[in-house]
């Protein structure tokens, strides 16, 4: 239990961080969660390089037990719009954060021979891309409307260039996209901390 504590408790605080932050704007295409949740795929590689994928896994079980009650907390407080979140967004969270980090364990532990950075690279990138696709086609996309229809998501589907330059789609696909590009920027600068955190940790577990 010693070993995964840590993992379970920077998880945990990730998503409950993440779940606060996604509230407030960052610029026109982002929240400041966008900067939190994409640590959770740093503490899921760590403990996969760590403990293996079967402990890797735990954690990630953790924090969707986590994220799953502070969306049912969400959806009971109401806000200058109604809840604050809302049930399409609560099942796009979990779905996206279940699948993501087990597909990210399973392609790290795919990867773990080779050299150091691909596997964490590597598992982040399709990860982030799963968990950017899954959490806002459920949350947002009109197709999906009928699965809660007193959730307005009209305002997310309004025609704009996509990032303000491109072509005429949705807003939630700009809204996707600039947060998948934030999540390969942190991917990328994770595998210093990566480095640094399974060195130190390691030796420490050699003693």
């Given amino acids: 239990m010693s070993r995964i ?6 998880m945990a605080a990730i998503v409950v ?46 924090g969707f037990v986590v994220g799953v009650i502070c969306s049912v907390v969400g959806t009971q407080i109401a806000g ?14 979990g779905l996206a954060f279940l699948t993501a980090q087990l597909l990210d364990v399973a392609v790290f532990d ?8 691909r596997a964490p690279f590597v598992s982040t990138l399709i990860g982030s891309a799963v968990d950017t696709a899954i959490f806002f086609t459920i949350a947002f996309s009109a ?6 229809p007193g959730n307005d998501v009209s305002w997310a ?12 789609l949705p807003l939630w696909v700009s809204l996707a996209l600039a947060d998948w590009g934030v999540k390969l920027g942190i991917a990328v600068l994770a595998l210093v901390p990566f480095r640094l955190i399974v060195e130190k940790l390691g030796r420490q577990d050699a003693k």
């Fill in 5 to 10: 504590l840590p993992g379970i408790l920077c």
């Fill in 17 to 62: 961080a993440s779940n606060i932050l996604v509230q407030f704007l960052f610029g026109q295409w982002l929240t400041w969660g966008a900067f939190t949740y994409p640590l959770a795929f740093l503490v899921t590689d760590v403990m996969n390089r760590l403990h293996g994928a079967a402990t890797a896994r735990k954690v990630v079980v953790a």
């Fill in 80 to 93: 200058e719009f109604g809840p604050l979140v809302t049930w399409r967004i609560a099942a796009g969270s």
């Fill in 110 to 117: 795919r990867l773990r021979e080779g050299a150091w950075w």
């Fill in 143 to 148: 197709w999906l409307a009928f699965v809660e």
């Fill in 157 to 168: 589907n309004d025609a704009l260039p996509l990032l303000g330059l491109g072509p005429v």
